[in-house]
């Protein structure tokens, strides 16, 4: 068995495959092992792949940069042959792959072996992961009465404690760096389009969903999207293409940046003094690297853009259950589906075409004015999250909430819909604060974790670019990491 597993990153591991000194095998089980050990007090793993995971070991692997790396795919929309899909819901039971999609075809060409699959909010849509249908909530390494995040808080957590160096995670509101602000991980958000969603997807929620992985180190983040990005066959658009490969840039001075920060909340109203703290320690680290810091932010319409987004969140999800009672050949009834989930498709259905296409014009138009602030600025810095992470169950519906949920059901008044919604959204945007801007605009952005409060635990910070530059956020990813290490700071497990 492999010594010191837990020390090296995806690429390391690969490293010791290529010369021989550990096989594709002895990581395979240094992995099991790991998740067998822990995961049932944190709850990230939902099906296991391990039969199949020893024989590709065993087997002749392509030749790519993470040749026999263990690795796990989030329950999500990505699926494998022959295998299960819960997507954290109920109704799913049942839903098996009869193919690969696109990206998990070019995790298996980058030589990545997966070892199963990570829990999911239902249907993706909470910034924690306590899906009723895995029947436990995914826990926090750092803190087990903590969220891990959401919707990929099964990766970040398996990530976090050690089970593999990266993990599979999207996001479409701040999926992938919400979850690595709670577990302390690196998590990049690409640039619309540049990973593919082919071929049963056309675009995520309007363009605002993307897919890529967290991971402990930035090189590892920088070369699985050398190995995953470009075009996708029948894509309805593409992102630029890169200046050079994403790993090199990991290896180049980002040069001297213009950086605008706040510690003020985007699109909710209060911030947790750790959170403005963290930034501002950020902004002074920026400061001692040499970069131009000062304070400012771009103009939100808070009230314009979450309304958007909900409408747009609504709708989708009406149309993604309808679209999987069309495959699953069943009626979907609202006992399959979480009382949260079951209203928001509820409202969905009554939001208007016009409607909807106000709020997809709404938020290209705020994508225009990112852009536009972007000519004068390199970057914006924030918090990653507006809280530290948030008990286990601290989102959870009340009694009271539940009630009129259930009445609702029964009752369905599109008024008294709306407002529910409304109230909830209040709730999540006031935690996930300023992740969603970038989704709305198709902006790429990182969470880097930088910061601890005085409870231990991880508090990320948020960096967004412009429209397509993924490269300045690793050249500057790989800069604050040389600065200050995060690698060896492990969860007390």
């Given amino acids: 068995m492999i010594r010191d597993y837990e020390k090296f ?95 998990v075809r070019r995790h298996r060409a980058a030589g990545l072996i997966t070892l199963g699959h990570t829990a999911t909010p239902e249907l993706g849509i909470l910034p924690v992961t306590e899906a009723e249908a895995y029947g436990r909530p995914t826990r926090n390494p750092w803190d087990l009465e903590r969220t891990s995040g959401g919707s990929s808080g099964g990766s970040a957590a398996a990530v976090a404690a050690g089970y593999v160096p990266l993990a599979h995670a999207s996001d479409g509101g701040g999926s992938i760096r919400i979850p690595a602000s709670c577990c302390g991980l690196f998590g990049m958000k690409p640039t619309r389009a540049r990973n593919p969603l082919g071929p049963d997807v056309g675009d995520g929620w309007h363009g605002i969903s993307v897919e890529h992985a967290v991971s402990r180190s930035v090189r590892d983040s920088a070369a699985l999207l050398d190995a995953t990005h470009g075009l996708d066959e029948g894509a309805p658009y593409a992102a630029p293409p890169p200046e050079r490969p994403y790993l090199e840039e990991t290896g180049r001075d980002p040069g001297r940046l213009r950086i605008a920060f706040t510690d003020r909340s985007l699109l909710g109203h209060t911030v947790h003094p750790d959170c403005a703290a963290a930034v501002r320690d950020a902004a002074e680290l920026c400061r001692k690297l040499g970069h131009d810091v000062v304070e400012g932010a771009p103009p939100v319409d808070r009230r314009g853009l979450t309304r958007a987004y909900l409408i747009l969140v609504a709708s989708e999800t009406a149309a993604e259950i309808g679209f999987l009672a069309r495959v699953l050949n069943k009626k979907a009834t609202a006992d399959q589906f979480e009382a949260g989930t079951w209203m928001l498709a509820q409202v969905g259905e009554k939001y208007s075409g016009a409607e909807m296409a106000a709020a997809v014009h709404l938020i290209h138009a705020f994508g225009r004015q990112l852009a536009h602030w972007f000519t004068r600025h390199d970057l914006l810095l924030t918090p990653t999250l507006a809280t530290p992470p948030l008990k286990v169950g601290e989102l959870k519906l009340k009694l009271h909430e539940e009630a009129l949920l259930r009445l609702l059901r029964a009752f369905p008044s599109e008024l008294v819909l709306r407002k529910a919604l409304d109230v909830l959204a209040e709730q999540g945007f006031e935690f996930a604060a300023f992740t969603a801007i970038a989704n709305l605009s198709g902006a790429p952005a990182i969470n880097v974790p930088l910061f601890w409060n005085a409870e231990g635990l991880p508090i990320g910070t948020h960096f967004v670019a412009r429209y397509g530059d993924e490269g300045l956020l690793y050249r500057l990813a790989a800069q604050l990491e040389k600065a200050r290490p995060w690698a060896d700071r492990r969860p007390p497990l």
């Fill in 9 to 103: 990153d995806a690429l390391g591991l690969a490293h010791l495959v290529k010369t021989r000194e550990v096989s594709p095998l002895e990581l395979v089980e240094a992995a099991i092992e790991r998740i067998e050990e822990r995961d049932a007090r944190i709850g990230a793993i939902v099906h296991r792949t391990y039969d199949r995971a020893r024989k590709e070991a065993q087997g002749e692997l392509p030749d790519g940069p993470f040749k026999g790396v263990p690795f796990l795919l989030k329950d999500l929309l990505q699926l494998e042959d022959g295998q299960p899909t819960l997507n954290g819901c109920r109704f799913c039971r049942g839903l098996v792959s009869d193919h690969d999609t696109e990206l």
